[in-house]
């Protein structure tokens, strides 16, 4: 496979199986949208107990007593609250997450030239999946504000339908600081975990190219390069959680009715960085691990079957 454009020059876009014109990236539009909006949205149950662990402790104590005291509370359709939001809002997310990050790729590929790219390959990850990802959140963020405060209003308080509470978001904006008021916690909390996500991701698949299938990547069946996938998405997900739930806490916090009004500076030091760092971390991890491990499995059989290639290699 030629790396050279028809100009004669190096071009990334021409590195890969197929070339990375139009059709190509959005491709990886669409198979961002699948990987991102099915799998956010068949965890919502767990995301229901997770933000009202974050919320209200003393209630929520741990993810299984969250879930039966949300089932005897609100009956099985309390725990799939704020299901129409995350579905929509993780779908867009992920067509500007995915599809965002290959053109980001080669374009700063490109900019950087041939070798310095070889040399420099975790700066252009980063650089890629960050500028991405500035572009998915706003996307979702209007979605996302409303996500939380379905998920974490007392009962009857808040429309759970997804039309009459993007209504009611609209018709109290003012309090709710709706569409763009969590965009800066947002991206404090989305640009770090995509940033690991995909340079972990990336640097794992490199590791397993390098040491456990040494052989061109092309010579092993998909069955198998999809294994790797799905293994380095679940291990890049891990780390991942870790480093944004922090800023996850929160972004939960936020919605909460006695942190109206109050600066995100205001809501960390009063709940403090072990109880921001840790609490509801374990579901998390557990959470983030499987959802990035199948994201990355759906992105990545997509791409394949489209005849694209999975992503990442030596």
Sequence with gaps: MSHLAPTGKWDARYIGPVPHDATYYAKCMLGGVLACGITHAGITPLDVAKCNMQVDPAKYKGLSSGLVTLIREEGQTGIWKGFGPTFVGYSLQGMFKFGLYEVFKDQYMNLAGEELSNKYKPAIWLAGSASAEVFADIALCPLEMT???IQTSPSGTFPTSF???????SRTK????YPFGSLVPLWSRQIPYTMAKFLFYEKIVQLFYTHVFPEPKETY???????VTFASG???GVVCAVVSHPADTVVSLMGKPSNKGKSIG????ETGIVTLATKGL???????GTLTG???WIYDSFKASMGLGTTGGK
């Design 174 to 177: 003012a309090e709710t600081r």
């Design 163 to 169: 039309g009459a509470a993007l209504a009611e978001m």
């Design 221 to 227: 069946a998909k069955t198998t390069q999809l294994g």
């Design 147 to 149: 996500k939380v405060k």
């Design 294 to 296: 199948f994201q990355w």
């Design 282 to 288: 374990g579901t998390r991890v557990l959470m983030i």
């Design 266 to 269: 205001t809501i960390a030091s």
């Design 234 to 236: 679940y291990l890049a």
